[in-house]
């Protein structure tokens, strides 16, 4: 199996910045995209940001971009999601989530980490 394990959540005024981080452990060698999806209240789960696990292919939601970076540290097996500029909307929970595939985008991720909170005060 693949664990993932998200952190860097937390409280941060409308305009600031924070840093999402996903830990990878177990079987990293059957990912091949990793992604970060976030879920509001109320709200169905969307999809922000995804990068290769292999390669520089970073892409994103249209409601992120200009604002959020996806990118990764292979050395330690960590994936990242800086976010600027922040907005009360994009209060969520935030997952990190990994998938076998390669595809842009893939059809479905196959591993997913319990989130980390992030809140947006106005």
């Known amino acids: 199996q693949v664990q993932l394990v998200e952190s860097g959540g937390g409280l941060v005024q409308a305009g600031g910045s924070l840093r999402l981080s996903c830990d990878t452990s177990?079987?990293?060698?059957?990912?091949?995209?990793l992604g970060w999806f976030r879920q509001a209240p109320g709200k169905e789960r969307e999809f922000v940001a995804a990068?290769?696990?292999?390669?520089?292919?970073?892409y994103y939601a249209e409601s992120v971009k200009g604002r959020f970076t996806i990118f990764r540290d292979n050395a330690k097996n960590t994936v990242y999601l800086q976010m600027n500029s922040l907005k009360p909307e994009d209060t969520a929970v935030y997952y990190c989530?990994?998938?076998?595939?390669?595809?842009?985008?893939?059809?479905?991720?196959?591993?997913w980490g319990q989130g980390t909170q992030v809140t947006v005060s106005s």
């Open positions: 177990g079987r990293t060698f059957n990912i091949g995209t």
């Open positions: 989530a990994a998938a076998r595939s390669m595809r842009d985008p893939p059809l479905r991720y196959d591993y």
């Open positions: 990068i290769r696990w292999s390669a520089s292919s970073p």
